[in-house]
């Protein structure tokens, strides 16, 4: 459940979590104009786009996939066009919809940074607070080497490796369809008492599964809970949504294929906050709109909320040019001076996507049933089509 950013080269389930490698790279070239766009099916900031070349682009890039289906949505601080190509199994005749469930991956790293963050806003925790607080003393590290705050850990900046040393005995059992589904609380104390932090911590961004894993797993004990619950309870219920593992009873779940085979359903225990959640298009984009408006879109009664949602967005580390580091989000700069936040996910069977430019009002997400496979074509498109509609915003004077 990796970082798998349009990089343009394949990263597998534990791949690079690098940002796009030309972020000014110009988009796919527009389509010349034809005849005045539907209003209902266009975006005010990109003319030139209605449903049907979307719907063109997205199947294009599924098929380059190799997804069964996949769903694009673009949102604005007001509203919204999702489209949808093929269907959530190989062996199914229904369509994707913007309301079919899929697997995010990594995007839950963001969601378990915006629990932090209402949880620090709240005065629940604070981010110089050493993750040990929340742990239990047999998993304290026996040695000297310093112990992560959560905000390190929120920032991939505790030195910890990618994944966890003695993730062996959970990878035999689940396999690398299902790596972390037997890696429990137990497993991860171990990790804490036994590793050594790379470099020094505060000093270097190195992605980590671990430490967000650890990090939910601290957030969850803090609340007096467990991972998804303090989610549910920060996050979900106030934005109206319920990321959860699993589909809520009655909703459409896409099937996860990697190549031709189709993927068991992707499980975490201890690691929980570093890939478990799911959900729909529909639900990334009212995730999205509230990081664009947290002021208009945030339900009265929340303003630790309103607080997190711009917290989560402002740079905290310069130390993986050319991109910054936020609380899990990646920061970009166009040439045009417009920041992009961004972030994507891969599980065995999923790809999914999301970014957005608060200054333009602006974001883009997308989700597919198929793993990692090179070039990433649907993330690339994506972003590609974000680019398009900053650059258009631009264009048009910043309205």
Known sequence: MTSSQPTGRSTGPVGSPAGPSDPASPPPARPGPTQPP?????????????????????????????????????????????????????????????????EWGSITKTVTALTLARLVAEGVVHYDDPVTRYLPDRARPTGRHPVPTLHQLATHTAGLPRLPRNLAGSLLRGGPRNPYAHYDAEALYRAVRATTPRDPPGTRVRYSNLGYGLLGHALGRATGGDYETAVDLCVGRPLGFTPAAGPPAGARRATGHHGRRRTPPWRMTALAGAGVLAGSVTELARYVRAHLRPDETVPPGHPALSRALRDVQRPRADLDAPQQTCLAWHRRTTPDGVPVLLHSGVTWGFTSFVSFAPAAGLGVVAVANTGAVLRAPVTRAAYHLLRGLVDDWVAAGRP
Request: net charge negative.
């Open 38 to 102: 539907d209003p209902n099916q266009a975006t005010r900031a990109a003319p030139w786009l209605d449903a049907d070349t979307l719907r063109r682009a997205l199947r294009h890039a599924a098929r380059d996939a190799r997804a069964p289906g996949a769903v694009v949505g673009l949102v604005t601080a007001t509203g919204g066009l999702a489209i949808g190509v093929g269907t959530p199994d190989r062996s199914s005749d229904e369509a994707v919809t913007a309301d079919t469930h899929f």
